[in-house]
């Protein structure tokens, strides 16, 4: 990271410590189900269809892994760019991505840490992979 760019990053982690300062707290732990694997059952939920999808669980609000991939995920322009936005939530939030087809797990991605981005075209070839099955 550039001196520039690495005087930014932590200009936004201060003002996130103070105007957002609960984001770093850790929360108590929720119990909370495994995610489910490769080939079993996939939660139900109102938005999917029995189509292929690739369901992203993003980390929190503010981000820039989380932005990152709702970016690759939307296919927003380049010229958007990608930046911290105000810590909403915890950063202590999981994230993970699935692919689903036909209501059972086909993909799934969860990140060792919080700039593991997910490959999303893998997730999109396995929606679509199961489908063909």
């Not at 936004?12 to 770093?24: E, G, I, K, Q, W």
């Not at 929360?27 to 369901?55: F, H, W, Y």
């Not at 380049?78 to 059972?104: K, M, P, Y």
Request: aromatic share 6%.
């Amino acid at each position: 990271m550039s001196g520039s760019a690495g005087r930014k990053a932590v200009g936004y982690l201060a003002r996130d410590l103070v105007t957002s300062p609960n984001s770093f707290a850790k929360p108590k732990a929720v119990l909370t189900a495994k995610p489910p694997g490769l080939g079993e059952a996939a939660p139900t939920l109102p938005i999917l269809d029995g189509g292929p999808a690739v369901v992203a669980f993003l980390r929190h609000i503010g981000c820039p892994f989380a932005e990152a991939t709702l970016r690759h995920l939307a296919g927003l322009s380049a010229t958007e760019g990608i930046h911290n936005r105000r810590a909403n939530g915890s950063r202590w939030q999981s994230a993970g991505t699935f692919a689903v087809t036909d209501g059972t797990i086909r993909w799934r991605h969860l990140p060792a840490h919080a700039g593991d981005l997910p490959p999303l075209d893998e997730a999109v070839a396995a929606a679509l992979r199961g489908r063909a099955e």
